[in-house]
């Protein structure tokens, strides 16, 4: 089985990138962020006549989250995450959506970015974090195969960041943010693309500007995270990098792994 992540910068704008990747992929599952668009404008026509069922969370602005699956419906069993200790609220923003597909339990997710740090963007960015702590323990205590994934806006370690001196005071690699990270997979959360390719320096977004594509300078902020009783079944893992040189496609490229039928090794 396939399942990728997809922060696809656009549905409507980035339709035909994103058609394209799916027949040529062919993923079985898919999440995608930044839709950029309400409920009612999602494009389900045109993704179902590529034989996927879906869920969404839609929003007008830079928000909105959807997963897809092939052959199926997802059965959608929450959208946002719960209130946190600190008294927030259900999410009023499209960040988070859940179902079960196949046998799993999909969370897809886009985490605030959080710039400027320090600030009160920020600020909602680390209080959103541990809403997600909460929930994700919730999900490695029910012993369900679940995974965790999307567009963190987090860069774990120096190794996910082309220049890390050039990132200091960025939200994505300030030390608050790594370190919930950090905190999230100490909870037994394996992330697939580090747990497989431990030394190499893989990035999933590159900036329009500065010719940062053709320079690889890139980041890796789209993680798929696996728990505990879904760990074992993982076998490959990997980024479509050629997506990002597309014409009109996407800032980031889909992250995808492989999961056999049954535990390896």
């Known amino acids: 089985m396939r399942i990728a992540t997809y922060n696809v910068n656009g549905v409507n704008g980035r339709l035909p990138v994103l058609l394209r990747w799916l027949e040529e992929a062919q993923p079985d599952v898919v999440c995608l962020q930044e839709l950029k668009a309400p409920d009612e404008r999602f494009p389900a026509a045109a993704i179902e006549a590529l034989g996927y069922g879906a869920v969404w969370h839609g929003q007008k602005s830079w928000n909105g989250v959807a997963i897809l699956a092939k052959g199926c419906e997802p059965i959608e069993i929450r959208r946002g995450l719960p209130s946190g200790p600190a008294g927030d609220p259900e999410d009023v923003q499209s960040r988070y959506i859940e ?70 005071d960025d939200a994505l690699f300030r030390p608050e943010v790594r370190e919930a990270y950090a905190r999230l997979l100490a909870q037994g959360w394996t992330d697939a693309l580090r747990h497989l390719h431990p030394g190499e320096q893989i990035f999933t977004f590159w900036d329009y500007f500065r010719n940062a594509y053709a320079r690889n300078a890139g980041l890796r ?14 076998r490959a893992a990997g980024v479509d990098r050629d997506v990002r040189g597309w014409e009109k496609t996407s800032d980031h490229a889909p992250v995808w792994i492989d999961l056999a039928d049954q535990p390896t090794g």
Do not use: C, Q
């Open 221 to 234: 902020i789209d993680h798929l995270l696996l728990s505990p009783s879904l760990a074992p079944r993982l």
């Open 99 to 168: 179902a079960a597909v196949n046998g799993l339990l999909i969370g897809g997710l886009y985490l605030p970015n959080g710039n400027p740090a320090p600030g009160p963007k920020f600020e909602y960015k680390l209080r959103w974090f541990e809403r997600l702590y909460a929930h994700a323990r919730t999900l490695i205590d029910s012993g369900a195969p679940a995974l965790l994934m999307g567009d963190f806006n987090v860069m774990p370690t120096e190794l996910d960041v082309y220049k890390p001196e050039r990132w200091l």
